[in-house]
């Protein structure tokens, strides 16, 4: 059975997305942390980059808040915009799936994109009948002044050595979509807390 950091059982044997049978990840880790030497990161130094993730997810949320006021649009108006930004013109139904809002509330969502100037719906070449959501110029020169935020904040934090970092981060951010996508996430509704 496979095990995560905290030794709660993963549901019914299965193994998170991008995990072998013998639970190692696409990057050779496996849920407990052990790497493919068979070494394990000291339990104090695992727990605590895992309190720094959260405390960067957190941190990343309150700059997206100031940047959601700063435009005068909401937080998931915002994740909607980078969606936009990182994957190009979709549907209101894409777009919902991917910012978890229910598909009727994104019209609304859109709405206010489209009012606020950093979006508008285009039809879709060959289907007059569906529409795509896309930034707008403004929506663009939004998105790369929220970056600037985030681009201030990386050189500080990173100093020279960014191609290391982008690496890690590129790294982490795969390991935590797979981990998104699994069927098998610790900590679900089956375990006692």
């Not at 496979?2 to 639970?23: E, L, R």
């Not at 990161?41 to 727990?47: H, K, M, Q, S």
């Amino acid at each position: 059975m496979i095990t995560d950091t905290n030794h709660q059982m993963v549901a019914n044997g299965a193994v998170p997305n991008g995990a072998t049978s013998d639970g190692a990840t696409s990057n050779g880790a496996t849920p407990n942390g052990a790497t493919p030497n068979g070494a394990t990161p000291d339990g104090a130094a695992l727990d605590a980059a895992t309190a720094a993730l959260r405390r960067l997810v957190l941190s990343a949320h309150e700059l997206r808040q100031r940047w959601a006021a700063s435009l005068g649009i909401g937080v998931t108006d915002t994740l909607a915009l980078s969606h936009v930004a990182e994957a190009g013109p979709m549907s209101a139904c894409e777009l919902a799936r991917r910012t978890g809002v229910a598909t009727s509330s994104m019209t609304t969502v859109m709405d206010r994109l489209e009012h606020a100037g950093l979006a508008e719906r285009t039809s879709v070449s060959g289907d007059r009948r569906s529409l795509a959501i896309m930034l707008t110029p403004r929506g663009r020169s939004a998105l790369d002044r929220g970056g600037l935020w985030a681009r201030t904040a990386m050189l500080a934090a990173s100093g020279d050595d960014l191609e290391m970092v982008t690496r890690k981060l590129d790294a982490l951010s795969d390991a935590l979509r797979g981990a998104a996508t699994s069927d098998a996430l610790p900590g679900g509704p089956d375990v006692a807390g």
